[in-house]
């Protein structure tokens, strides 16, 4: 039994996948937490997670240099609504405190390396394609083109074809002049470093690809599919753009330290990911199994488990599950090689409205190691 992740971060891994089976368990981000804490002492020096990467700007800017009160980036700072979770504020505390007095360079990172879209809805390109607008002083109006933000927020625009913006002629013209700025971006690179800084050319990217993938989006929106397929294309294009972003985020992260990336299972897995609900269902790709061929040994994946949670109303799992088996190594919580865990069974006692994922053999014959919360109400506590 351990309690030690450091046990499994062998060099040359520089970005340490921590998935989580739902999002509606708290105690995984208490644990995240501890690992976390854990990490730093090994060299990490960032952390990214499942929330919209331009938001989390400015909840990096408080963690690095005390910008905005806490209520604020946990306001806006985070997407899906992760801001009210206590593991978070208490993550973005200790990592404000860890780098309080300490030289840059040796301060964490916060990233999101998500997009802002849901599964009903995503915003307008409009905001992240004017910021870089802005900072290229570009000569042409953005807002025009993009119109009211309500016409691509509003929850018709994803899921109904016929009303999505995401085919009409200024959405082409949108994704024209993103790319034209894009270029731009590059081709003046050394002019507009020196004129502003290397971070504002970095913030000006992040902004502009986070609205071209905006567009993609809407884009796929816009295709006349049946359900399935519908939702299949969605859930792919969101993820590989959270690839893209962890692929990003690396790079800039590259010459301080390795990267700790907290999400899903089903982003972060190396197999491929399926959802489920009634006569609904998608199959595809994550970002984990994109990222991974693509890093090779620098990817490790460790893939959360459950076993009983009074917040899911979850009890203890069957003796013959993958969690069973588990459950029965760490009533509390531990990490194990994936390896080590016996063939079993798929848990099947959970719903839809629990948000959990069950193990099964395609993933942990794809992870590095597990992480089984036996009991999550005392998990991650003191």
């Not at 849901?118 to 394609?129: C, D, F, V």
């Not at 990267?259 to 609904?280: C, E, I, K, P, Y």
């Not at 069957?318 to 079993?344: C, I, K, M, N, S």
């Not at 993933?363 to 999550?376: E, S």
């Amino acid at each position: 039994m351990t309690q030690d992740i450091r046990d499994f971060v062998t060099p040359p891994c520089d970005l340490l996948a921590l998935g989580e089976p739902t999002h509606q368990e708290p105690a995984f981000g208490r644990v995240r937490n501890e690992l976390f804490a854990q990490l730093v002492e090994r060299g990490f020096r960032s952390i990214a997670l499942e929330t919209d990467r331009v938001a989390a700007l400015a909840v990096d800017d408080h963690v690095r240099e005390g910008v905005g009160s806490l209520e604020t980036v946990l306001g806006e700072g985070f997407s899906h609504g992760f801001g009210a979770l206590d593991p978070n504020r208490r993550l973005i505390t200790w990592m404000r405190s860890y780098n309080r007095n300490r030289p840059p360079q040796g301060r964490l990172a916060f990233h999101g390396f998500d997009t802002p879209t849901e599964t009903y809805n995503a915003p307008s390109p409009r905001g992240y394609l004017e910021h870089a607008r802005a900072y290229l002083d570009f000569d042409i109006d953005v807002a025009d083109l993009a119109g009211d933000d309500e016409r691509w927020s509003r929850t018709e625009a994803v899921m109904d074809p016929a009303r999505s913006p995401g085919a009409t002629a200024e959405a082409e013209k949108l994704r024209l002049i993103g790319d034209d700025m894009l270029t731009s971006l590059y081709v003046r690179a050394p002019e507009l470093i020196k004129a502003t800084s290397r971070e504002q050319w970095f913030r000006a990217r992040t902004h502009l690809t986070a609205g071209l993938g905006l567009l993609r989006y809407h884009r796929q929106a816009a295709r006349p599919l049946e359900p399935g397929p519908r939702v299949t294309g969605l859930l792919a294009v969101r993820d590989a753009l959270m690839a893209r972003n962890l692929l990003d985020i690396r790079d800039i992260e590259a010459e301080r330290g390795p990267t700790l990336v907290f999400s899903a299972n089903l982003h972060l897995q190396r197999n491929l990911s399926s959802w489920r609900q009634g006569d609904l269902g998608a199959d595809w790709w994550g970002a984990g199994s994109v990222v991974a061929p693509l890093l090779g040994e620098r990817y490790r994946f460790v893939a959360g488990s459950l076993g009983r949670s009074e917040a899911l109303g979850l009890r203890d799992p069957g003796p013959d599950t993958y969690e069973g088996l588990l459950q029965a190594r760490f009533p509390r919580w531990g990490l194990a090689a994936a390896g080590t865990v016996a063939p079993a069974r798929t848990r099947t006692d959970s719903t839809a409205r629990q948000g959990y994922f069950p193990l099964d053999r395609e993933t942990l014959d794809t992870a590095d190691a597990v992480l089984h919360i036996g009991d999550a109400s005392a998990a991650g506590h003191p």
